[in-house]
């Protein structure tokens, strides 16, 4: 079992920047690829990012330039900073653990999501 805690979500304005971060605790953390996906409103849930055991980062397509993932195996934590947000950046962004190789919406661990509102 892993439990995740994502925070850092907000209102941000359009341009600006947010650090989100999700905490690992229950299990290994190493082992396990973390993911970032989003969930904007009346929309699918999306894969924004992905970092292997590892350390090596991918992006979706219209993340890329602009989104950095991260993580800290001593801490069990990674981030998601995110920079020059716009309107479309608006969703429910959820952290996930999963084996890498794995499906990891199907198999992976959740955790509760954090709201990123980009609005003026």
């Known amino acids: 079992q892993v439990q995740l805690v994502e925070s850092g979500g907000g209102l941000v304005q359009p341009g600006g920047s947010l650090r989100l971060s999700c905490a690992a605790s229950?299990?290994?953390?190493?082992?396990?690829?973390m993911s970032w996906f989003g969930q904007a409103p009346g929309k699918q849930r999306e894969l924004v990012a992905a970092?292997?055991?590892?350390?090596?980062?991918n992006y979706g397509d219209s993340v890329e330039g602009r989104f950095t993932l991260s993580r800290d195996n001593a801490k069990n934590t990674v981030y998601l900073q995110m920079n020059s947000l716009q309107p479309a950046a608006t969703a429910v962004y959820s952290c996930?653990?999963?084996?890498?190789?794995?499906?990891?919406?199907?198999?992976?661990?959740w955790g509760q999501g954090t709201q990123v509102t980009v609005s003026s």
């Open positions: 970092i292997t055991p590892n350390a090596n980062p």
């Open positions: 996930n653990a999963a084996p890498e190789d794995s499906d990891y919406a199907r198999v992976g661990y």
């Open positions: 229950g299990s290994i953390f190493s082992i396990y690829a």
